[in-house]
T-cell receptor, first 111, second 117 residues
């Protein structure tokens, strides 16, 4: 099955950019997602990218997809303390009803 | 807005008890999922269901069972709770994916933090 990997921790200073990286193994993944989980809460979809795109921008968020290397990244510009959370990358391989999640990256924003 | 609700936010049970975790979604989604979340391990899929009375084992089904008698409701059952089942349990639902939409985006409930003593 699909294997999705992320680093566990990232710390940045308030106002800096954050970049969270993710790799996946199944090249048939048609959609790739970024979810955010705030403390004590469930996951909420932050953004997604379709596999025929290289980049998607949504306000402070930029998603980059390198299909050749099976690498996905989420860039958060002007990171704020409210961005402190766990960020999960997820992939949706063709034919699968479920998503495959990474371990999550805990982003800590230092004031 | 899609809403996924879980019966309890916090639950404390004793070893050996039978535990029911309930999940309800209001968007007529075909797929429903149960995950457990542990620090450093991310989300691990326990079971999922793509239709009423249908179920599929995920990555860690041992010690769990599920029930889906109605489309909107998916229950997770711990037949005899053990301390290693102390965890955060997350329920999610999704449709089969509509063209032009976000594919098989999953919508999550708030989670149930289960402690087994």
């Amino acid at each position: 099955g699909e294997d999705v990997e992320q680093s566990l921790f990232l710390s940045v200073r308030e106002g800096d950019s954050s970049v969270i990286n993710c790799t996946y193994t199944d090249s048939s993944s048609t959609y790739l997602y970024w979810y955010k989980q705030e403390p004590g809460a469930g996951l909420q979809l932050l953004t997604y990218i379709f596999s025929n795109m290289d980049m998607k921008q949504d306000q402070r968020l930029t998603v980059l997809l390198n299909k050749k290397d099976k690498h996905l990244s989420l860039r958060i510009a002007d990171t704020q303390t409210g961005d402190s959370a766990i960020y999960f990358c997820a992939a949706s391989p063709t034919g699968a009803n479920n998503l495959f999640f990474g371990t999550g990256t805990r982003l800590t924003v230092i004031p | 807005d899609v809403k996924v609700t879980q019966s309890s936010r916090y639950l404390v049970k004793r070893t050996g008890e039978k535990v029911f975790l309930e999940c309800v979604q209001d968007m007529d989604h075909e797929n429903m999922f149960w995950y457990r979340q542990d620090p450093g391990l991310g989300l691990r899929l326990i079971y999922f269901s793509y239709d009423v009375k249908m179920k599929e084992k995920g990555d860690i089904p041992e010690g769990y069972s599920v029930s889906r008698e109605k489309k909107e409701r998916f229950s997770l059952i711990l037949e005899s709770a053990s301390t290693n089942q102390t965890s955060m349990y997350l329920c999610a639902s999704s449709s089969f994916g509509l063209a032009g939409g976000a594919g098989r985006e999953q919508f999550f409930g708030p989670g149930t933090r289960l402690t087994v003593l």
